[in-house]
């Protein structure tokens, strides 16, 4: 009896060794799978920033910069679609910040959780995010450009892109605003402060790390936006004198550009337009990086 209980013993134990030892292989198996999609990750990034700047970089200079565009000869620069980008990123987080990050406000301070009309919002900005940035073009050309007779302006364009982006700001605000402890609140209440100022002392201050990180997304985002702007402000090459003049954005003179690569000066200028565009959104990126962690240092 002693023996068959031995052996019994034995068997389960090698059961037990052999599925610790699938475990573990599973465990190898699945870092290796995660390790390699990173590393693939990497390496496209890795390939398309050095096939930009390998090709645009030398292309670059001061003048190319802050001269104006021409279609032929050496002068052919981007000041003027510089102006009109930072014109177009300035008006859609004007009209898109202070909508979202109140909205985001209300669903996680205000609103009853779990309540219809919450519901109702959560849905609709879910269906925002994944609409096509081509119906927004459409949209925006539909109602700003013809029905409301702003015409092909930097107006126009914003106005569609701040609708863009809205979603974006909602969720992330949201998110941040709902990360900070509950804590907060009531140590708030408890010491007598009201509602809006227990907000805004104490969790949006809490909360400004994700809110920042998520309006430089939301300007990557309009930086990197050509169908709507398109369809909206327009390409004309000279700097906007006001927001209902037309202008044209890097990103739609990149796509121009490309329509058009008949000789090599075209060729340069769009790898030298796609290095800009490049540096700019890693400049944002890293801006990003930087401004949460020193705002996080200090809440």
């Not at 804590?183 to 402060?193: F, K, T, V």
């Not at 890097?250 to 200028?269: G, S």
């Amino acid at each position: 009896m002693s023996k068959f209980t031995q052996s019994n013993s034995t068997i389960s134990t090698l059961k037990d060794s052999k599925s610790l030892l699938s475990r573990e292989n599973q465990d190898k198996l699945l870092h290796g799978a995660i390790w390699a999609a990173a590393g693939i990750t990497i390496l496209f990034l890795l390939w398309v920033v050095w096939h930009i700047l390998s090709n645009g970089l030398s292309h670059v200079s001061w003048e190319f910069i802050t001269s104006s565009y021409t279609r032929i000869g050496e002068a052919s620069g981007i000041w003027a679609m510089i102006v009109s980008t930072v014109y177009m990123v300035l008006l859609s987080l004007a009209f898109a910040a202070p909508i979202g990050i109140m909205t985001a406000i209300y669903l996680t301070e205000y609103a009853a959780p779990g309540s219809k009309f919450v519901q109702v919002i959560r849905f609709c900005t879910e269906s925002l995010a994944g609409i096509p940035s081509i119906v927004y073009g459409l949209f925006g050309m539909t109602f700003f450009v013809t029905t409301l007779g702003l015409g092909f302006s930097i107006l126009s364009g914003a106005l569609t892109l701040a609708m863009l982006i809205l979603p974006v700001i909602i969720r992330t605000t949201e998110e941040a605003l709902m990360a900070v402890p509950m804590s907060y609140r009531e140590g708030g209440y408890a010491l007598g402060s009201s509602k809006i100022y227990t907000i805004w002392r104490l969790i949006l201050p809490s909360a400004l790390p994700g809110i920042v990180t998520s309006v430089i997304l939301s300007t990557g985002r309009v930086i990197g936006e050509s169908a709507p702007v398109f369809l909206t402000a327009g390409m004309v090459t000279q700097i906007p004198e006001s927001v209902l003049d037309s202008g044209r954005t890097l990103t739609v003179h990149l796509y121009k550009l490309t329509q058009e690569l008949f000789t090599q000066h075209e060729w340069d200028q769009a790898y030298a337009t796609a290095t800009i565009l490049i540096v700019l959104v890693l400049v944002l990126n890293l801006t990003t990086k930087v401004i949460a962690t020193r705002l996080n240092k200090q809440s």
